[in-house]
């Protein structure tokens, strides 16, 4: 069974950072082009940054570029979120999800499967 798993969520102060991860089983993540969403309370859910089957990132929201940045542990099937100088408004429910295409893409259709997503919540 393919599956997504998030972890690191919590409870961080402004100008914190946290590391999430998101662990594949069941599949090779590196075989998969991996994407992290969020969403904020009374939100849509948005695309954040992705990393593509062959390589290459992107970030979609300009107001993390330059705090977050995303990468791949191949030998542990896991893609991480690091994400530095935190705000509030970075509050939020953060997903992984996997799509089968070879290059990063923004709509949450292309994605085949999701995690269940982690907790982030900002907050002096």
């Known amino acids: 069974q393919l599956q997504l798993v998030e972890s690191g969520g919590g409870l961080v102060q402004p100008g914190g950072s946290l590391r999430l991860s998101c662990a594949a089983s069941?599949?090779?993540?590196?075989?998969?082009?991996i994407g992290w969403f969020r969403q904020a309370p009374g939100k849509e859910r948005e695309a954040l940054l992705c990393?593509?089957?062959?390589?290459?990132?992107?970030t979609y929201v300009d107001s993390v570029k330059g705090r977050f940045t995303i990468s791949r542990d191949n030998a542990k099937n896991t893609v991480y979120l690091q994400m530095n100088s935190l705000k509030p408004e970075d509050t939020a429910v953060y997903y992984c999800?996997?799509?089968?295409?070879?290059?990063?893409?923004?709509?949450?259709?292309?994605?085949?499967?999701w995690g269940q997503g982690t907790q982030v919540t900002v907050s002096s």
């Open positions: 990393i593509g089957r062959i390589g290459g990132s992107t």
């Open positions: 069941g599949f090779s993540a590196n075989s998969f082009t």
């Open positions: 999800a996997a799509d089968p295409g070879r290059l990063c893409r923004r709509v949450q259709l292309d994605y085949d499967y």
